[in-house]
C-alpha cells in the first residue's frame, strides 16, 4: 500500500487487464496472476476472522515479474450484508431505520436508505469504521458497488440521485484524510457521470 495519488492514478491509466473475484481469493493464486489490477473482497469469506493481513495484500500487489498492481476492495455501499463484521443480530429482529427491503437476487443483501448518517457512519465513522480497516490493510482503493440502489429510493426520496453523489463524495474525502493516494472506482449508475461533480469524486 501507501501509494501516492500521482503514482495510483498513473497505475490506474495504464492498467490494460483487470481481474475480479469477490469469493474465496487465495493470495498465492492473485500473486501468480498476471493482471494489472485486481478486485477481491477484503476478507477470504466476508468475515472479520479471515480478512487479509498487511502482509497478503502486500504481497498480492506484487505481480510476478515483480512489478507493482493495484489491489482493489470491494465495497458494497447500497446494501447492507448480514456476513459483514459491521451486522449486529439485532437488525433482523430490529432493522434500523436505515433497512430497506432484500435483494431478491441476493439473499443476506438489504437496500439501505444510503442518505442517513447511521448507515454512513457504519462504513465511515467510529472505531470499527469499515473504510478505515480497508485502508489500513494497505488497500490502493475501493471498488463501491450498488451506486445504482438510489434508482430503487426515487419514489421515496426523489432527491436521491444527488444525495448519492454527495456520499460518494464523503466516501473520498474521508479516505483521502487518511491516505490521499487512495482510488475510487464506481461500479453501474454509468448515468452518474453526467454530472460533473460525480466524475470529480471518482478516479
Request: glycine share 8%; no cysteine.
Amino acid at each position: 500500500g501507501g501509494l501516492q495519488a500521482d503514482e495510483a492514478r498513473t497505475l490506474l491509466q495504464r492498467a490494460g487487464r483487470w481481474a475480479i473475484k469477490l469469493q474465496g481469493a487465495k493470495v498465492d493464486e492473485v500473486a501468480a496472476s498476471p493482471p494489472d489490477l485486481v478486485v477481491i473482497d477484503y476478507s477470504a469469506d466476508g468475515s472479520a476472522a479471515r480478512r487479509y493481513t498487511a502482509e497478503e495484500v502486500a504481497r498480492m500487489q506484487r505481480r510476478p515479474d515483480g512489478g507493482r498492481r493495484l489491489l482493489i476492495a470491494y465495497f458494497s455501499i447500497g446494501e447492507a450484508e448480514t456476513y459483514r463484521a459491521y451486522w449486529h443480530p439485532r437488525w433482523s429482529l430490529q432493522p434500523p431505520a436505515f433497512m430497506g427491503s432484500e435483494n431478491e437476487n441476493w439473499p443476506g443483501n438489504f437496500r439501505v436508505r444510503f442518505w442517513q448518517r447511521a448507515w454512513q457512519d457504519v462504513l465511515l465513522a467510529g472505531a470499527d469504521a469499515y473504510l478505515d480497516q480497508l485502508i489500513a490493510q494497505g488497500f490502493d482503493g475501493v471498488y463501491l458497488d450498488r451506486v445504482d440502489v438510489y434508482q430503487d429510493w426515487l419514489k421515496e426520496r426523489p432527491a436521491a440521485a444527488g444525495d448519492m453523489i454527495d456520499f460518494v463524495g464523503r466516501i473520498r474525502d474521508t479516505a483521502h484524510k487518511r491516505h490521499p493516494g487512495f482510488l475510487i472506482i464506481g461500479q453501474n449508475a454509468e448515468e452518474l457521470l453526467q454530472h460533473e461533480t460525480y466524475r470529480r469524486h471518482i478516479d
